[in-house]
Nanobody
């Protein structure tokens, strides 16, 4: 199976930005629709952004206008640019197939706090 590894998380102040990366061990982004998910403490995992094979994108209302999902098929890497971050964006972020997924990786922690 293709392995997915998230990176780029960290601690940022409200209003700041982060760019998350999702590296795949093999070709996947040209085959499947992909997405970024997040799970905050005490909450269910939620899908926040998706990108199809034809590069159509969709976003959860909570991140629309602030987050941008993209991919580089040649590098087998997907990105999530996060701007204007809010404390409620604090969560572990995961990449996987969308709109459903299984076999989750470790994710990357994003903490937004002053």
């Amino acid at each position: 199976q293709v392995q997915l590894v998230e990176s780029g998380g960290g601690l940022v102040q409200p209003g700041g930005s982060l760019r998350l990366s999702c590296a795949a061990s093999g070709t996947i982004f040209s085959i499947y629709a992909m997405g970024w998910y997040r799970q905050a403490p005490g909450k269910q995992r939620e899908l926040v952004a998706t990108i199809t094979r034809r590069s159509s994108t969709n976003y959860a209302d909570s991140v629309k206008g602030r987050f941008t999902i993209s991919r580089d098929n040649a590098k087998n890497t997907m990105y999530l640019q996060m701007n204007s971050l809010k404390p409620e964006d604090t969560a572990v972020y995961y990449c996987n197939t969308a709109p459903s997924a299984k076999d989750w990786g470790q994710g990357t922690q994003v903490t937004v706090s002053s």
